[in-house]
């Protein structure tokens, strides 16, 4: 295998995404335009950006190690996401936006109290460091075995790249590189598919090598108990986690909040077969990997297939996946703790300057613990074992009771810290402590549905025995006097002066956020061309892919040019998402 040419690709579109971060070092003038694109983000950007998201090496690694071991489930389980994304846009995404709050935390704080605010901002931080540093990981072995380069220099190398442009261009720069690097793994995989079945003879020869259950819709562990399980887990998680509300509250408008939800649900229907077809084929090609070793069927048909540059071109969209998966993370607890804990708490008459230094300061020491904890992966068996454990603790128990408080008005902070307390402590006790000192360990589909269980029916008992005593929470009521005082203020003719200034700077920010996108599409088709006049193997395919490349940069392009002002629409998206 020739590393060079592989090695030429991933540091070109690196420093290409370096410098994307780069361009928008100057664009946030405040926490509202660093954080939250100045809520005026293309509700179409906003959606790719939340698909992109949602990837990480860590889709290739574990749910390919899924796909190698099982077959059609991996695919199966993943469909849940487009369920739980089409609950959001019906119910959950517009409630966020209506909510005028610039992070979930925030509207935490406003709904719940300041002691709930505290609990969560600790566990969400946490939780987000340990998920976000294990799957830098994968990425890092994949790179690190595929160039033959050290595996822990490489995970640091990564990680402080993967640092580097989120702390310096905020939101925007997130987003931009989420949209090029969904180009570039969708260029990949449509190249890697064609020659992976080309290999394997067909598809025929494919649906014949494979086990005879290969193609069920459950398999092994994974049961319909644990899909069902599965479908309210990522309602919460689409719905209510803290990294996706950003998604949802830097759009104008509920409506468009909506629609970031409907396009993720749209692309998570068709993607989940398009992306864990190549592993699948693998198995028919080499049915032999045992353990950890399944995690590594996305790379092992990669090398077999993908010439040259195409290998490096692979390599470098499961990178940036995983850079969008981790840096958005990282915007978000950065955002929580420069508007939360610093302004919040701290130093509440903090001048933008200031607060935009310590958003860029705390991304850093947020991401070199992610760095951190993606050396440990190894030593806490292997990525799947990670993500689902993770997921299955906490997922319910931080995610359900917030989701619960964007609709009732009856629960309250007690309520809410003991329904997390309690969540917690009964799924550590049995992921943790069972298995020790009862030599009993829960099946993945009920640790699944215990997780997500039981914060539910303790937020459905409160609600009826509160409803039941006809209470509400005075909680609610300070939160619906605040939501008035806010509209008010937003009413008073020095607010919307003050709004209609930020909105011609918006408009400037996000115009120019199109057109880099735009910009990079273009470099992206070149790229894609220069790759198809360099190998001979799938030279047709990446040379046609690369014309629809180009083809697409018209699209934000015309978007930034046609954009509608964003002045005359200053007052429709406070009014409504507060009086909503």
């Known amino acids: 295998m020739n590393t060079t040419i592989d090695t030429a690709v991933i540091v070109i579109f690196s420093a290409f995404v370096l410098g994307i971060g780069m361009l928008f070092a100057r664009t946030g003038r405040n926490l509202k335009s660093f954080f939250a694109g100045g809520e005026a983000v293309p509700w179409f950007i906003g959606g790719l950006s939340l698909f992109m998201s949602f990837f990480s090496a860590g889709t290739f690694v574990a749910w390919g190690s899924i796909a190698y071991k099982y077959g059609w489930v991996a695919i199966t389980i993943q469909w849940t996401m487009c369920i739980g994304a089409l609950v959001t846009g019906l119910y959950l995404a517009p409630r966020w936006k209506a909510a005028g709050a610039l992070t979930a935390a925030e509207f935490i704080r406003e709904r719940l109290g300041l002691t709930v605010q505290k609990v969560y901002i600790f566990i969400f931080t946490l939780v987000s460091v340990f998920i976000k540093g294990s799957v830098l990981y994968p990425v890092a072995k994949l790179v690190s075995s595929s160039l033959n380069l050290p595996l822990i220099p490489c995970t640091i190398g990564l990680g402080l790249f993967m640092i580097a442009y989120t702390a310096v261009g905020g939101l925007w720069a997130v987003m931009v590189t989420d949209i090029l690097q969904f180009v570039v793994l969708s260029a990949a995989v449509f190249i890697l598919l064609p020659l992976s079945l080309d290999r394997v003879g067909g598809f025929e020869g494919f649906t014949q090598a494979v086990p005879d259950d290969f193609f069920n819709l459950l398999n092994g562990e994974y049961t319909i108990g644990f899909v069902l399980a599965f479908v309210f887990y990522h309602i919460a998680y689409i719905g209510g986690n803290w990294t996706f509300v950003q998604r949802y509250t830097s759009v104008d408008s509920p409506k468009s909040a909506r629609k970031v939800a409907f396009l993720f649900a749209g692309l998570y229907l068709i993607s989940p077969i398009i992306w864990m077809m190549p592993p699948m084929i693998y198995k028919a090609i080499n049915p032999d990997l045992l353990g950890l070793d399944t995690e590594n069927a996305y790379l092992k048909i990669c090398q077999l297939v993908l010439p040259p540059g195409l290998l490096g071109l692979m390599l470098t969209g499961m990178y940036f996946s995983t850079s969008a998966s981790a840096n958005t993370a990282l915007n978000v607890v950065s955002a929580v703790f420069t508007n939360d804990i610093y302004k919040g708490l701290i130093n509440p008459n903090a001048s933008d300057k200031q607060l935009i230094r310590v958003a860029r300061g705390s991304s850093w020491v947020f991401g070199l613990g992610m760095i951190g904890i993606a050396l440990l992966v190894p030593a806490a ?200």
Not at 404 to 428: D, E, H, M, Q, Y
Not at 506 to 534: C, P
């Open 381 to 580: 068996g292997g990525i799947v074992e990670v993500v689902l454990s993770i997921s299955a603790i906490s997922g319910g128990p931080l995610l359900a009771p917030p989701l619960w408080a964007l609709f009732s008005k009856r629960l309250t902070s007690r309520a809410t810290l003991w329904i997390t307390g309690i969540g917690l402590v009964v799924n550590l006790f049995f992921k943790v402590l069972s298995p020790w000192l009862l030599d009993f360990k829960l099946t993945r589909a009920w640790e699944t549905a215990i997780g997500m269980g039981i914060p539910l029916l303790l937020l459905l008992g409160y609600e009826l025995w509160a409803r039941s005593r006809n209470l509400v929470a005075d909680e609610y009521y300070r939160y619906r006097v605040a939501r008035q005082q806010k509209m008010d203020e937003a009413q008073t003719a020095n607010a919307q002066t003050e709004l209609a200034a930020e909105a011609v700077e918006v408009r400037k920010q996000n115009r120019f956020g199109l057109q880099v996108i735009a910009g990079s599409l273009v470099f992206t088709a070149f790229m894609l061309f220069s790759l198809s006049l360099l190998t001979s193997t799938g030279a047709g395919i990446t040379a046609g892919i690369a014309g629809v490349v180009l083809v697409a940069a018209l699209i934000p392009w015309r978007a930034a040019g046609s954009a509608r002002p964003l002045e005359a629409s200053v007052d429709a998206p406070v009014n409504e998402r507060i009086t909503e």
